[in-house]
């Protein structure tokens, strides 16, 4: 009492605040000051205020009972969320992560991945399901890679048969290839591939044909005695023959296979147990058929039973083909044949008629005039010659390997002496150089002089002809002359394909074909030819 407070920074602070009390430094101590205002009695207007000033560890000294509770319940405020949020990241969090990690490498195509979570609650439930749904989708991409490499090998079959049968014509070879290729397929021991015959085309209709029959083409996996199995089989007693009236593969066991009891046994002794046949179809015919057999009892799914019906298609399409080849090489045999038959009669058969028939008469001439009988003499050498060249002529168009063999001149030779013996025309044979050629060359001027010489004797009416041969390095070149009637290049109709076909050849090698003519001024014709660098 009766000291002067009111200089003390802490109280001029207290007074101008808004609180009434507030903790202070004081000296060496801290100290809690409170104040209050009031009013002695009426009329003064002099504010009071009591000040009260206590130490602030007497005033706290009460509640350091409760300190080490309130630390307590401050850690305990710490620490239980940290565990509460620990517990969520390892029962809920985690897993969920897991979940997503997992999800990803499904998506990337890693189907084996697997989680294991052991919450005991949904979120288990939810990993089991999705370990469950990974496994089913493992097994199903293995299954669909299983299928995918079987149907890309049996894409390849396809293909490799596909190609095989389209790069030759030879049923043999067309019938033996798609039979070893078929069996490796399959997986078959035994196999006969048969080509149907007694039909019109090399094909029959099942149902209709009583004279159709099989005959091996080519078999595989079986004995040497085996080679004629089912071999002349009538159809309608061959398995083949039910296949091609289904128009599909069809599979017995031994015990149903609808063919003679013989073929059967004969089958028992290999220890076969079931057999398909394969119909060769085109154009809705049976053609053939591919018979295979196995010594196991085994099952087809739908999808190779149309796999070997696509192959028997493909298959029956080729060997119509080979067999309408081999058509065309009896039609064409037939025709050559016919040609040269009316080559011989068309020349040589009258060459040797006229020879013939000087050589009745010399006799007879050399008696009255040996003079005129030389001059019949030397006619029927040249008669004699030009039938002997025109025979030689012939024989190479028959055997190609011979015109192969033989040179230019000679070759040129050959035709101006069946020229003359033919026509009677006298040919000047002039050749020049060492000629040395290609094949293919050789071959287009030897039929540029051929086609050039029939067209004279058919329609020049020459009385002379020149046939000169030029040859030097890398380069060569035929004039053919003849004073004959000659003709107007612009009267040549399509259908007259003599030039055409010369100056084809001519084409053929590189060559230019030049060929003069006027009416009633003789033609002549000019094949020259220079080497390039492919040849």
């Known amino acids: 009492m009766g000291k002067d407070l009111s200089g003390e920074a802490y109280l001029q602070q207290l007074l101008q605040g808004q609180s009434m009390s507030g903790r202070f430094q004081k000296e060496v101590e801290d100290v809690l000051v409170s104040y209050a205002p009031f009013y002695p009695y009426a009329g003064n207007f002099v504010q009071w205020n009591v000040i009260k000033e206590e130490s602030w560890d007497e005033v706290m000294r009460p509640t350091l009972p409760y300190r080490q509770l309130l630390y307590v319940l401050l850690a305990l405020g710490v620490v239980v969320p940290t565990l509460v949020t620990a517990y969520g990241v390892r029962h809920i969090t985690d897993p969920i992560q897991k979940l997503i990690h997992a999800s990803e490498q499904v998506t990337q195509g890693q189907f084996k991945q697997r989680i294991e979570v052991k919450t005991g609650d949904e979120i288990e439930t939810l990993a089991d399901q999705f370990n469950l749904m990974s496994a089913e989708l493992d097994d199903s991409y293995s299954t669909l890679e299983k299928k995918v490499a079987e149907r890309t090998q049996e894409l390849a079959t396809l293909n490799a048969i596909a190609a095989r049968v389209s790069s030759s014509l030879n049923l043999n070879e067309i019938m033996a290839d798609a039979l070893e290729r078929i069996m490796e ?25 009583d004279d159709a029959h099989l005959r091996v083409m080519a078999f ?27 128009g599909e593969p069809v599979i017995w066991t031994l015990a149903e296979l609808p063919t003679e009891s ?22 809705g015919q049976l053609v053939g058929s591919l018979n295979l057999s196995t010594n196991h009892h085994r099952t087809y799914p739908p999808e190779h039973i149309s796999l ?53 008469v010399i006799p007879r001439i050399w008696k009255r005039d040996p003079e005129e009988g030389m001059k019949n003499l030397e006619e029927l ?21 011979s015109l192969e063999r033989s040179d230019l001149n000679s070759l040129l030779t050959q035709l101006a002496d069946a020229f003359v013996g033919r026509v009677r025309v006298p040919v000047s044979l002039d050749i020049q150089g060492n000629c040395e050629m290609t094949h293919e060359v050789k071959i287009v001027f030897y039929r540029v002089a051929q086609e050039a010489l029939n067209n004279i004797a058919k329609h020049s009416g020459a009385r002379r002809v020149d046939l000169h041969l030029e040859c030097q390095p890398g380069q060569m070149n035929l004039l053919i002359k003849d004073d004959g009637l000659g003709f107007d290049p612009d009267s040549i109709t399509p259908d007259h394909l003599g030039i055409a076909i ?29 080497a390039t660098g492919k040849d």
């Open 185 to 209: 397929l399959t997986g078959m021991e035994h196999g006969v591939a048969y080509r149907v015959e007694g039909g019109e085309g090399g094909a029959v209709n099942t149902g209709e044909d």
């Open 308 to 360: 070997l019906k696509t192959i028997g298609q493909q298959i029956g399409v080729a060997v119509e083909n080979g067999y309408l080849y081999e058509q065309a090489e009896q039609s064409a045999t037939m025709a050559e044949r016919s040609r040269l038959a009316r080559e011989l009669h068309d020349a040589v058969t009258q060459t040797l008629f006229s020879a013939n028939l000087i050589a009745d």
């Open 381 to 401: 050498r040249q008669l004699t010659r030009g039938a002997l060249a025109e025979m030689r002529t012939l024989l190479l168009e028959m055997r190609p390997e």
């Open 502 to 530: 010369m100056r084809e050849r001519a084409s053929s090698i590189g060559a230019h074909l030049k060929i003069e003519t006027r009416v009633g001024q003789g033609t002549s014709v000019d094949l020259d030819w220079k």
């Open 262 to 283: 013989a073929l059967r046994e004969r089958l028992a002794t290999l220890g076969v147990e079931q057999v398909i046949a394969i119909p060769l179809m085109a154009k």
């Open 220 to 246: 595989r996996g079986l004995p040497p005695t085996f080679s004629n199995l089912g071999d002349r089989l009538p159809l309608r007693q061959s398995a083949a023959g039910v296949a091609g009236l289904r």
